[in-house]
C-alpha cells in the first residue's frame, strides 16, 4: 500500500502520495435477453358492424440478465490508466491491484509499493548519495538526499529514514556527496540490481570498506513478531571482528540473554525474538562459555509487539581510534504505512536521517 498523506514527499524527483497505478475489473452491462412483445387479438370484419378488439394486451418481454463479470486481470506495470469498461456488475480485482480484463487499471486502484531505508556502515567512506532507477530504465530518480536539501547529510554511521517506490526490480547507485546528477557512480561501487516485494520495507545497506571491497545488499525488515514478543533483526557490519552474537543483558546479574546468535559479517541479517523487558542491548563474541563485549546501546524498554533493528559496525576490538572502534545503532521500526507517518519515517525536505535510532552506548 502506498502511504496517503499528502504532506509527505518523496525526494529526488520521486513523489509520495501521487497518483497510483493499479486496477479494478470492469464487466460488460450486454443484455443477453431478447424482448417480445405479446400479439394482439384478431379482427374479424363483420357484414354489418367492426370486428371485436382483442382479448388481451399482449404479454412483457423477459428482463435481459446482468453483464457478466470481469475477469481478474494480469499483473499491471504501473502503465497509463485506461478507459474504463462499459458499466455492469462490477469484476473482481486481480491480485496486488492488478489490471482487469475490458481495461488497464481504472481509476480506483492503486500501484504496490515498497519502502526503502538506507545504511551507511562504511567507516572509511565520507558521505555519499544515492540514487535509483527501475531495472531497464533510462533516468535515474536522484541524487535522494542532495534534492531534500537536508542540513544532515547521509554519512557514517547513518541510518535514513524511508522512502516509496513502486514494487518491482530496481538499480541502487552511489555518488559522491553534493553530485549535481546520478551520471557518474562512485569510485569503488558497482550498480546493484535488487528487487523489492509489494507493501514490503527494506533496508539497503552499505557494508565493508572503501580500501577493499564495498557490499551493497538489501534487507527485508522483519515483519510483526509473535503474540507478546518483541521482535529483532540483526546485522553484522564489523570488518575486524569475526562472528557476533547480539543479546539483551541484564545489568543487575550479568545475564545476557541472546537472541541472534553467529551473525556473520557482511552477510544477512539474522532474526530472533525476546520476552519484553528493560534490558541493555548488547553485542559480543563467544567463545565456548565466555563472552567478550563487542557494542552496547543504550537501555531501552520493549513491548510485545514492537520491533528493532540493530547494527554493529566498526573494525577491529583493538581498534585506538574511537570513531573506528565497534559499536551499534539500535532502531526501532514501524510496521504498516500509518505507523511510518506517524513516526515521522518517511524522508522529507530537510529530515534524511531516521529520527527513531539511537548510536553508540549513550545513544548519541
Given amino acids: 500500500m502506498r502511504q496517503n498523506s499528502s504532506s509527505l514527499l518523496f525526494v529526488g524527483g520521486?513523489?509520495?502520495?501521487?497518483?497510483?497505478?493499479?486496477?479494478?475489473?470492469?464487466?460488460?452491462?450486454?443484455?443477453?435477453?431478447?424482448?417480445?412483445?405479446?400479439?394482439?387479438?384478431?379482427?374479424?370484419?363483420?357484414?354489418?358492424?367492426?370486428?371485436?378488439?382483442?382479448?388481451?394486451?399482449?404479454a412483457a418481454g423477459e428482463a435481459g440478465t446482468a453483464g457478466v463479470a470481469g475477469e481478474s486481470g494480469s499483473a499491471g506495470v504501473g502503465?497509463?490508466?485506461?478507459?474504463?469498461?462499459?458499466?455492469?456488475?462490477?469484476?473482481?480485482?486481480?491480485?496486488?491491484?492488478?489490471?482487469?480484463?475490458?481495461?488497464?487499471?481504472?481509476?480506483?486502484?492503486?500501484?504496490?509499493?515498497?519502502?526503502?531505508?538506507?545504511?551507511?556502515?562504511?567507516?572509511?567512506?565520507?558521505?555519499?548519495?544515492?540514487?535509483?532507477?527501475?531495472?531497464?530504465?533510462?533516468?535515474?530518480?536522484?541524487?535522494?538526499?542532495?534534492?531534500?536539501?537536508?542540513?544532515?547529510?547521509?554519512?557514517?554511521?547513518?541510518?535514513?529514514?524511508?522512502?516509496?517506490?513502486?514494487?518491482?526490480?530496481?538499480?541502487?547507485?552511489?555518488?559522491?556527496?553534493?553530485?549535481?546528477?546520478?551520471?557518474?557512480?562512485?569510485?569503488?561501487?558497482?550498480?546493484?540490481?535488487?528487487?523489492?516485494?509489494?507493501?514490503?520495507?527494506?533496508?539497503?545497506?552499505?557494508?565493508?570498506?572503501?580500501?577493499?571491497?564495498?557490499?551493497?545488499?538489501?534487507v527485508e525488515d522483519r515483519a510483526a513478531p509473535a503474540e507478546g514478543k518483541v521482535g529483532f533483526q540483526a546485522l553484522n557490519a564489523l570488518t575486524g571482528v569475526g562472528p557476533a552474537t547480539f543479546g539483551l543483558l541484564n545489568e543487575e546479574n550479568g545475564d545476557l540473554i541472546p537472541v541472534a546468535s553467529n551473525v556473520t559479517p557482511l552477510f544477512n541479517d539474522v532474526q530472533g525474538e525476546a520476552d519484553p523487558a528493560n534490558l541493555r542491548p548488547t553485542w559480543v563474541t563467544v567463545d565456548g562459555e565466555n563472552a567478550t563485549l563487542v557494542a552496547q546501546s543504550p537501555v531501552r524498554e520493549t513491548k510485545a509487539g514492537e520491533v528493532f533493528a540493530t547494527f554493529v559496525h566498526g573494525t577491529s576490538l583493538a581498534e585506538t581510534k574511537p570513531e573506528l572502534k565497534p559499536t551499534a545503532i539500535f532502531c526501532k521500526n514501524f510496521l504498516g504505512i500509518d505507523a511510518k507517518v506517524a513516526a515521522g519515517e518517511y524522508a522529507m525536505e530537510g529530515n534524511v536521517i531516521s529520527k527513531n535510532c539511537v548510536y553508540g552506548p549513550t545513544g548519541e
Fill in 79 to 218: 502503465g497509463e490508466a485506461g478507459a474504463a469498461g462499459e458499466a455492469g456488475m462490477a469484476g473482481a480485482a486481480g491480485e496486488g491491484g492488478m489490471a482487469g480484463i475490458g481495461g488497464a487499471a481504472g481509476s480506483g486502484g492503486e500501484a504496490p509499493a515498497s519502502d526503502l531505508r538506507f545504511a551507511h556502515l562504511v567507516h572509511d567512506l565520507g558521505a555519499i548519495d544515492v540514487c535509483v532507477k527501475p531495472v531497464g530504465g533510462t533516468e535515474w530518480q536522484g541524487p535522494i538526499f542532495a534534492g531534500a536539501k537536508a542540513g544532515d547529510q547521509f554519512y557514517f554511521p547513518g541510518v535514513s529514514a524511508y522512502l516509496q517506490v513502486d514494487a518491482g526490480q530496481w538499480e541502487v547507485r552511489a555518488v559522491a556527496e553534493g553530485a549535481a546528477d546520478c551520471n557518474t557512480p562512485l569510485a569503488g561501487f558497482s550498480d546493484q540490481p535488487m528487487n523489492f516485494g509489494a507493501d514490503k520495507s527494506y533496508t539497503v545497506a552499505f557494508l565493508g570498506t572503501a580500501s577493499t571491497v564495498i557490499k551493497v545488499t538489501n
Fill in 14 to 58: 520521486l513523489l509520495v502520495g501521487a497518483a497510483l497505478f493499479a486496477g479494478c475489473v470492469v464487466e460488460s452491462s450486454e443484455n443477453t435477453s431478447v424482448d417480445s412483445s405479446g400479439v394482439g387479438g384478431n379482427n374479424t370484419g363483420g357484414t354489418t358492424a367492426a370486428g371485436a378488439g382483442g382479448t388481451s394486451a399482449g
